[in-house]
């Protein structure tokens, strides 16, 4: 009668193509819980021309998680919106840090270059500190 649709977190597309009967199937909810999470701000839904909700694979996923939370784990839907907003600000604070060392990095690389005596760039950033004791005495020279 009905068929199984499965969407993989990896293959989840930010396209709202999906109307809301679908999407609501899809998360196993009834169209108007989806109306009333888009009122409340807990999945934004696109729009169509003529104005009807267009939802897309991310947004199911994100139903779904609403759901569990809601469900299983006795959480309203206030907390649901902040645990939602907090998550989102973790995913945008881990990319940022990628950002971030990505750029640290490559100013380790020219700096290493720069400082270099030699055009090899033999200096390189080494990953945390060391405890180590080097101590270094001269040669003495060869008694004669």
Known sequence: ???????????ASDAKVLIISVAARLAGMHPQTLRQYDRL????????????RRYSER??????????????EGVNLAGIKRIIGLEQLVGDLQQRV??????LDEAYARLAHLES?????DLVRREGASTALVVWRPRKPPEK
Request: charged share 25%.
């Open 117 to 121: 005596p030699y055009a090899g760039g």
């Open 1 to 11: 009668m009905y068929e199984e649709i499965h969407i993989s977190v990896e293959q």
């Open 41 to 52: 701000g807990l999945v934004e839904a696109g729009r169509a021309g003529g104005g009807g």
């Open 59 to 72: 947004d199911v996923q994100l139903l779904r998680e609403v759901q569990k939370l809601s469900q299983e």
């Open 98 to 103: 990628q950002e971030l060392q990505q750029q």
